[in-house]
């Protein structure tokens, strides 16, 4: 897609038509992508059938009743002031990015499914613990056990899938088939995503744990990274797993 084009869609019902000009790139089960229209038209779907806007329709479904007060494609001045700003190693020092298109300050821009939500460790960690109990936090139950179990199933067989070995593909998560290199302390079937500036949140069911890493940077591999490496390998250390 030219970036003047979605750069000019202001909603998702205005980007979703551009996406559908576009031709395939190989036909479907032949090879994994990771693909940002699916996962935007998705985000589509659930404002269409809800009949709000998608961010109304998390703020009052997950947002609100978890208790992610952080958690928001808008920032208020007040978050804006706490935010960790994006950075990139330039030979050997940080120098400080832009966030490019989820410009935090920018509130005309679409909400994207795919990218733009800014929150906390906190508020994160509770997303993640309510899947990890398989939808239920807190005595409150926000999906059916079984939808979070098609969620992290890996429906993408022996194609190579994400940005380290060993993942296989779910519904919106990578799905830990084999732990090795940097996940090798994590459990098959740990499921979770990284973030377009390196953030990291996974459930592991087996050993019970959540893992949530939050950093700022722009450029290079954010999935195999010795900080990810060091991060997961500390963590089971702590906890005795």
């Not at 985000?43 to 998608?54: D, K, M, N, T």
């Not at 994006?86 to 410009?103: A, T």
Request: aromatic content about 10%.
């Amino acid at each position: 897609m030219a970036e003047a084009g979605k750069n000019s869609a202001k909603t998702l019902a205005e980007l979703i038509p551009l996406y559908a000009k576009l031709p395939m790139k190989f036909a479907p089960g032949t090879k994994w992508a990771y693909c940002q229209s699916g996962i935007n038209s998705l985000g589509r779907i659930v404002e269409v059938v809800s009949g709000q806007s998608y961010q109304d329709f998390l703020q009052k479904r997950l947002f609100d009743p978890l208790g992610m007060k952080d958690t928001t494609f808008y920032p208020t001045p007040a978050q804006l002031a706490r935010m960790a700003k994006p950075y990139k190693l330039v030979d050997g020092k940080l120098v400080e990015q832009s966030f490019g298109s989820f410009d935090p300050t920018d509130h005309n821009r679409y909400p994207a499914p795919n990218g733009g939500l800014f929150s906390t460790a906190s508020d994160y960690a509770r997303f993640l613990q309510m899947l990890l109990s398989k939808g239920t936090l807190d005595g409150r139950q926000y999906l059916k056990p079984e939808t979070v179990k098609l969620m992290a199933t890996s429906y993408t067989g022996d194609f190579k899938t994400g940005w380290v070995p060993g993942h296989g593909w779910g519904l919106g998560v990578a799905v830990l088939r084999e732990p090795l290199g940097v996940t090798a302390t994590l459990s098959p079937g740990t499921f979770g995503h990284v973030g377009a500036f390196g953030t990291h949140g996974w459930a592991d069911p087996t050993k019970q744990l959540v893992h949530v890493m939050l950093i700022q940077r722009t450029g290079g591999s954010f999935d195999d990274s010795e900080a990810r490496r060091a991060f997961h390998t500390s963590s089971a250390a702590a906890m005795g797993k």
